[in-house]
């Protein structure tokens, strides 16, 4: 069982940066892969960033790219999700979530309960 906590979360206006947090309990966390998320109400869920266990794997959508940083500490059981050049369409709740496969898609078994992320032009 592993459990996630997201914070870091807030209002800023575009052009600012954010770094998102992403605590995990449990003794095997630094065996999942972890992943960001994203959603808007009435919009689905959407893939933002994830990365493997180790961390030497990385992937980042292509509407962040350049802009967000995946990262994790193993010894600190939490990942990152560093967000520069914020733009409004930025504006969503964040959620993070662990799993077996560093994927795109949305096959994790565990999520955290969600950051807000509020980016006014």
């Known amino acids: 069982q592993v459990q996630l906590v997201e914070s870091g979360g807030g209002s800023v206006q575009a052009g600012a940066s954010l770094r998102l947090s992403c605590a995990a309990s449990g003794r095997t966390f630094n065996t999942y892969a972890m992943g960001w998320f994203r959603q808007t109400p009435g919009k689905e869920r959407e893939f933002v960033a994830t990365?493997?266990?180790?961390?030497?794997?990385?992937y980042t959508a292509d509407s962040v790219k350049g802009r967000f940083t995946i990262s994790r500490d193993n010894f600190k059981n939490t990942i990152y999700l560093r967000m520069n050049s914020l733009l409004p369409e930025d504006t969503a709740v964040y959620y993070c979530?662990?799993?077996?496969?560093?994927?795109?898609?949305?096959?994790?078994?565990?999520w955290g309960q969600g950051t807000q992320v509020t980016v006014s032009s």
């Open positions: 990365i493997n266990w180790s961390g030497s794997v990385t």
């Open positions: 979530a662990a799993g077996a496969v560093a994927t795109k898609g949305g096959s994790y078994d565990y």
